[in-house]
């Protein structure tokens, strides 16, 4: 077998699991779905927030020099067109001549076994007509033009050209039109940082592997801001610091890759990128990614509102418009990413098992409660007090009496729990319980008080 079929079978391991067991759904599922968009069921609400909750400590709250902000999803027109995204926020798109459908023509190109960074649509479309590409329905296919991604709406009861706004595609320019405010409450030492977590929308022209590309996701986004003299030693500690996050993540640092961004790549407002890529079931693909914006956003800002984006260091006259480094992360794509490499195949007593190695910090369920057997309410009733004590300190423990015990450690091992704990009928007599590990199968005999304390 290919190694392309065995990532393949994993990858459709993972997403049966998560339907299967309560992580992720298809969105609008009861109605035929709609493409491109997932719900979240009560383990993997767990983990994103896990996840996220992880981010903000790391990047924010353990931090002097960062500041949260929350920014409205809709914003001024003004906002998108100074920022570049109304004229070139686009994909490359191309229309099946037969059935209408559209697809992303660099991903088609790509499939094909083509190199299309860089390439402009002149050129892919030359490529597909030169090579007979076809559809993936086997047709025809157009001239490749470009598609805007953003979803376009309208505030307020006229709709007119002044009522038009945007689904953000992203949490940075929320950051950016903040940035004066933050400065007038605060007045902040440079280098410092404002950072953001929220929904983020882009109208995908063909979303696929998962959630790896969805038209709503969400982001956690910092916008740091340095003296523009400093960029370079302040861009090589973020990536030591993006190393730190994969790390949190419990990432093989094998499967993290840096990709340094060639000029003709990079977006037009980066002076300096790296995208850090990782090892997915669907192949190396892009993670997150840390760009040095130079002064691009806060000067459009100025040019186009009009305010004053200058900072003045403290106790001199010295004034400049900051520069900015930015580390964009995306939930999904870290969800995806921990969700493949917990994804485990073993056999226990020579039956196959499979298990979510998650890191402890991570998963959804801490503890799992048992009684040995739950017609003995003597057992019961022990372990209900076991469990309601676990239970006020951690939160994520859950009680589990369905099935014998090898069925309950196999349903719990499947999403990821680190410790069983059972009660059986010595615990009665001495008030220590079975605590069995999920990555080894070991089990151990733990006192009550010490498991609670």
């Known amino acids: 077998m290919s190694d392309k079929n065995i990532k393949n079978e994993k990858m459709e391991a993972i997403v049966s699991l998560a339907k299967r067991r309560g992580f992720i759904y298809q969105g609008s599922e009861v109605y035929g779905g709609l493409s491109g968009t997932w719900d979240y069921g009560p383990l993997g609400v767990t983990l994103k927030r896990n996840i996220m909750n992880l981010w903000w ?34 994909d490359p798109l191309v229309e099946d001549l037969e059935t209408k459908q559209r697809f992303r023509a660099d991903h088609l190109l790509k499939d094909a076994g083509y190199d299309v960074d860089g390439l402009s649509l002149e050129a892919m479309t030359k490529l597909i007509q030169d090579n007979t590409i076809k559809s993936p329905n086997g047709n025809e296919l157009s001239e490749v033009r470009t598609f805007n991604m953003m979803f376009k709406t309208t505030v307020g009861p006229v709709d007119d050209e002044s009522s038009i706004s945007y689904l953000r595609p992203e949490t940075a320019q929320g950051i950016f039109t903040n940035y004066k405010n933050i400065l007038d409450s605060y007045y902040p030492d440079l280098p410092f940082g ?41 861009f090589e500690k973020w990536i030591g610091l993006v190393h730190e996050w994969t790390n949190a993540l419990g990432l093989p640092v094998e499967s993290v890759h840096e990709l340094e961004v060639g000029e003709a790549d990079r977006a037009h407002y980066s002076k300096r990128t790296v995208d850090f890529e990782f090892d997915f079931p669907i192949g190396r693909e892009e993670l997150l990614g840390l760009a040095y914006r130079t002064d691009f956003d806060l000067m459009n800002i100025q040019n186009a509102a009009g305010k004053n984006m200058e900072y003045t260091v403290k106790g001199t006259n010295t004034k400049f418009v900051p520069h900015v480094i930015e580390p964009s992360f995306g939930v999904e794509r870290a969800i995806m990413a921990v969700l493949s490499t917990a994804y485990t195949e073993d056999e226990v007593n020579g039956e196959k098992r499979i298990y979510l190695k998650l890191p402890e910090h991570l998963a959804p369920i801490k503890y799992a409660v048992s009684p040995l057997l739950k017609n003995k309410e003597e057992l019961v009733v022990k372990a209900r007090e076991v469990y309601d004590a676990l239970k006020k300190k951690h939160g994520n423990v859950v009680w589990d009496d369905n099935g014998n015990i090898g069925k309950r450690y196999r349903r719990q091992d499947e999403i990821g729990t680190p410790y069983c704990v059972v009660i059986d009928f010595d615990s009665l007599e001495d008030n220590t319980v079975t605590v069995r590990e999920r990555d080894s199968t070991e089990q151990r005999r733990v006192s009550i008080e010490e498991l609670c304390q």
């Open 57 to 90: 400590k790391m990047f924010v709250d353990d931090r002097e020099d960062m500041y949260g902000v929350d920014a409205a999803i809709l914003m001024n027109q003004n906002v998108w067109k100074a920022s570049g995204h109304v004229d070139t926020f686009t």
């Open 194 to 234: 404002l950072a953001q977590q929220g929904k983020a929308f882009r109208n995908e022209i063909s979303p696929r592997d998962f959630i790896f590309r969805s038209r709503e996701f969400e982001q956690m986004e910092i916008e740091y801001f340095i003296d523009p003299s400093t960029w370079e030693a302040e």
